[in-house]
């Protein structure tokens, strides 16, 4: 069965928020705290760890209500089941769309345990050195070489755990930048370094062209045979990693059925679990479970994705807000933004709809962000007092992991008081001074979370996974396939061939011509 087709702006929910929208789009909603003094209990969820406030929202009982119809209207309880039953819902690409299967602690699939088993051995071999280099010394540095998908999730994750870190040095490769590479491999001794190549496909130029470039640098102390201690691969494409000359018993699977975006649960977070051992690798996959059944048992009025992206569908289709952004206040999720970017921007940045027509509203979201309370000191001059309207999440801690109890308390002040200036403003101040003047009314979601282990990051991001999902499905689109990166990539090969050949005349358009011919005239 395929997924519903239904254009939301053709329901009654939605002419009914259009007509809501009017009413509240000249609203200072400031005072609905005090007029409501219930709003603040009313408008949060409470799930294990976390504690979502969604009250400083521009949205009424009403709002909330019509949203909740419109997810009724597109029959989002059956994509979600469509989803995790394994129905073919990725239809362009006919594939399952099955991360949630790599987490699954009910019903694992016999590949999916098998793999786990195999990550497990190996990445305590590598934490305890019992697998030695081709000169019989323990590895010490471990290097993913992937871009996208089977990069971002890896750095994001390594990043933000790295309070449960061991002693290995976890490095990524991933842009084709061949000064970037030299960077990395300088820090590096070829006789205590693993290196992991991840690519779904092994055909994704960058990550080949690396792969090549830092074999030819092992190259120089070890053989060809010492490869097999140095060189991992994650793959579906087990062919081609093994023609890279990777053996098969190096050879971590992966499914089809995971896209790139989505793939950190599985072999591709193999460089996650030797920076913090398997059993927080395997936390972290449990908090990712139990958010999955959380949101896909929960009601959709008190389900933490599911108001999330219908949140996020109120500005970005009727308040017509052009970014939203997310704000972490812990510098271990500093990499938290650039991942989002690739999870929502390549999933829901469609413009045709699962009909096969151009659409004629808003789709995919632009994301962006940092970290509190750096970002406080960079762009919130424009939150604050700027002419657009940014909806943030707020994401913070209760705990600081090393105890350190007076910055915590400044840090998190700076998260509340930020959130609740954005939504007062000025009003009760009386600002005579213009410049000193704050409008206010500026939405916010805060997700507090008691503390940053692995279990509850799992749970962070299956909610952006699940939230970026419902958002696909109300808009009607496809968000498993990313065909708008291939065209990109043919012409880059194409002009590759240009560039080596010196062959200009193949290159149509006439400013690509000369920015070549510039380029060339220096690079010789
Ligand atoms: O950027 C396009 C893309 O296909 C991503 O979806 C993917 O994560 C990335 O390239 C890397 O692909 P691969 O893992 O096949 O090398």
């Known amino acids: 069965m395929s997924l519903p087709k239904i254009n939301p702006t053709k329901t009654a929910a939605w002419k009914k928020l259009e007509k809501h929208f009017q009413e509240i789009k000249v609203q200072q909603m400031q005072d609905v705290f005090l007029k409501d003094s219930d709003r603040a209990d009313r408008f949060k969820i409470e799930w294990q760890d976390f ?59 016999p590949e999916v345990k098998a793999t786990l088993q195999k990550m497990k051995h190996f990445s305590e071999e590598i934490i305890n050195g ?14 993913n070489i992937g871009i996208g998908g089977s990069h971002l999730g890896p750095e994001m994750v390594t990043e933000a755990l790295q309070f449960y870190k061991n002693h290995l040095k976890i490095h990524f490769i991933a842009n084709i930048d061949g000064d970037a590479v030299a960077e990395t491999l300088n820090k590096l001794n070829p ?29 120089t102390s070890g053989t060809k045979k010492d490869i097999q201690k140095h060189f991992v691969a994650v793959s579906v494409n087990e062919e081609g990693a093994k023609e890279f000359g990777i053996s098969e018993d190096n050879i971590f699977p992966m499914q089809d059925w995971v896209g790139g975006r989505f793939s950190l649960w599985g072999s591709v977070g193999l460089s996650i679990c030797c ?45 017509k807000a052009e970014t939203e952004a997310v704000v972490a206040y812990s510098q271990y999720l500093n990499k938290l933004a650039p991942y989002l970017q690739q999870a929502v921007m390549e999933s829901n940045g469609k413009s045709i709809d699962r009909n096969g027509e151009t659409v004629n509203y808003q789709t995919g979201t632009i994301v962006w962000g940092s970290v509190g309370t750096n970002a406080q000191h960079a762009f919130f001059q424009l939150l604050h007092q700027g002419t657009k309207l940014i909806p943030t999440d707020f994401i913070g801690f209760s705990e600081s992991l090393h105890g350190n109890i007076e910055n915590h308390n400044i840090l998190m002040a700076n998260f509340f008081a930020q959130t609740e200036v954005l939504w007062e403003g000025t009003h009760t101040k009386n ?23 692995p279990k509850n990051l799992g749970s962070l991001l299956a909610i952006y996974e699940h939230k970026l999902f419902v958002q696909g499905i109300v808009w009607n689109i496809f ?46």
């Open 130 to 143: 019992s697998h030695k280099g081709f000169t019989g010394k323990a590895i010490t540095d471990v290097v």
């Open 51 to 109: 504690y979502l406030d969604y009250s400083k929202n521009r949205i009424t009982d009403k709002t909330l209500s019509f949203l909740l119809e419109l997810a009724e209207e597109v029959k989002l309880k059956e994509a979600i089941s469509q989803q995790f039953s394994g129905e073919k819902i990725n239809e362009t690409e006919n594939r399952e769309v099955l991360h949630t299967a790599l987490r699954d602690f009910e019903n694992w699939k």
């Open 431 to 453: 600002a005579e001074n213009p410049f000193e003047i704050f409008d206010g009314n500026k939405p916010t979601n805060s997700i507090l979370i008691k503390k940053l282990t």
């Open 479 to 524: 968000s498993f396939d990313q065909w708008g990166v291939e065209l990109g990539k043919t012409v880059a090969k194409e002009t590759l061939q240009a560039i080596e050949n010196s062959n200009f005349s193949v290159i149509e358009n006439a400013s690509t011509k000369n920015l070549l011919s510039k380029f060339s005239n220096s690079n010789h």
């Open 275 to 319: 920076a913090i051992g398997f059993s927080n690798f395997e936390a972290m996959l449990k908090g990712a479970f139990e958010m999955d059944n959380h949101f896909k048992k929960e009601d959709f009025s008190n389900n933490l994705p599911v108001l999330l992206a219908l949140l996020s569908v109120w500005y970005n289709n009727f308040f």
């Open 191 to 219: 006789e205590t370094t693993l290196f992991i190549v991840v690519s779904k496909s092994f055909t994704t130029q960058e990550t080949i062209a690396n792969v090549s470039l830092v074999k030819d640098w092992f190259l």
